[in-house]
């Protein structure tokens, strides 16, 4: 009888996607000949609603430099996935899929919350496997997610062009980099960038600290500021509030992000200076994936082929001190990995400048 592994690629996308599945495949059909795999469409959903196509061989070749992901995703959140809706039980639904299609694995590539539900299903009796999916780079246990360096060459060619608007118009840019929770993206990109203020969700801000920058630069001649401002910054004054006041702080905000509001403090503290405000957005998840994330997504594809073909379940591919290895999933779900503000890289950029607007 066939083996048969199922594959799907669930919420935000990244890049890299495409190149992790072909090293999985290509290691999953060069070690087994009897081997099916099953696609399914637009990640949890498609093992909910059956929605699936049976992949060949064909289907994983030249994708290795392609953005995006062959089979679509969504987002089906974590909390959610217990909930009945309309009658429809979410997590029987896919064990009866599973069972349905006589799988022999399941394999998901998917960010934290795509991973508590991977280890769900994994507690429920399926054996799952793990890859781990971001441009946040915030899945704890692991150094690394594949799409992370290719979010930040995006947002660093981004902030180098602003760079040189900025300094010809003489203008202070408040620019959103991605990153609601996690400010890793943020961190490694306004180093790369060069630039002299980073805000980051983990160390909270202070925006006369960011005001009194700007000041200080224009007075030695820098007439321009560059700001690298994740999406999930908070002001200290915003870290005190309760998660429910918060809420309701940022909903009140209409869409508009947190750069929009620090643009307009430093509007009325600094009269004499035009602030603008860019938000980068989703092109950091889009476009092919840089070479270093595609030999990782390739080694990490490897590396979860190896556990499938070991029939080793209930974990997740990882990267530790430059080795690739697995972790149970049950020890990265429902933890997040922060930028931790003691950390040698935030002590170093403060010791040439870098303020991070707490300072
Ligand atoms: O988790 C990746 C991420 O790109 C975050 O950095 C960002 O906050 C979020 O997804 C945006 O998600 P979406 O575009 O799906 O709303």
Redesign the pocket.
């Known amino acids: 009888m066939a083996y048969r592994v199922g594959i799907l690629t669930s919420?935000?996308d990244?890049q890299a996607l495409n190149a992790t599945m072909r090293g999985l495949a290509k290691t999953l059909y060069n070690n087994i000949p009897d081997l099916e795999i099953i696609g399914f469409r637009y990640g949890y959903r498609g093992l909910m609603y059956k929605d699936y196509i049976k992949m060949t061989p064909r289907d994983f070749s030249g994708i290795v430099s392609q953005g995006g992901t062959i089979l679509g995703t969504s987002?089906c959140p974590f909390k959610k996935m217990r909930v009945i809706e309309d009658g429809f039980d979410k997590v029987a639904a896919m064990k009866k899929t599973y069972k349905e299609l006589k799988l022999d694995a399941l394999c998901v590539l998917g960010?934290?919350g795509s991973l508590k539900s991977a280890n769900m299903l994994s507690e429920e009796g399926l054996n799952v496997i793990g890859l781990p999916k971001?441009?946040?780079n915030?899945i704890y246990g692991t150094d690394y997610t594949f799409g992370f360096q290719s979010?930040i060459d995006v947002a660093v060619r981004n902030l180098d062009e602003i760079h040189t608007t900025a300094e010809s118009h003489t203008r202070v840019f408040v620019v959103e980099i991605?990153?609601?929770?996690v400010g890793h993206?943020t961190l490694s990109a306004g180093l790369a960038a060069g630039e002299e203020i980073i805000l980051l969700p983990e160390i909270p801000y202070d925006i006369n600290v960011v005001a009194k920058r700007v000041r200080k630069r224009q007075k030695i001649g820098k007439n321009f500021t560059v700001i690298a401002c994740a999406?999930?910054a908070i002001s200290k004054e915003d870290a005190k509030l309760s998660k429910k006041d918060y809420k309701a702080k940022v909903a009140a905000r209409n869409g508009a992000s947190v750069v929009v509001e620090i643009a307009n403090q430093l509007s009325e503290m600094l009269p004499d200076i035009e602030v603008r405000t860019a938000v980068i957005g989703?092109a950091?998840?889009g476009g092919a994936p840089v070479a270093y994330d595609r030999m990782y997504a390739t080694r990490f594809g490897i590396e979860g082929a190896k556990l499938i073909m070991e029939r080793n379940f209930g974990r997740l591919v990882v990267t530790q001190a430059g080795k690739i290895t697995s972790i149970p999933l049950a020890e990265t779900a429902g933890k997040l990995k922060y930028v931790d503000p003691n950390d040698d890289v935030i002590k170093d950029a403060k010791l040439m400048g870098v303020t991070f607007g707490d300072e």
């Open positions: 919420g935000g990244c987002r960010g934290n971001t441009i946040d915030d979010a991605m990153g609601h929770r993206i999406e999930g989703h950091q998840r």
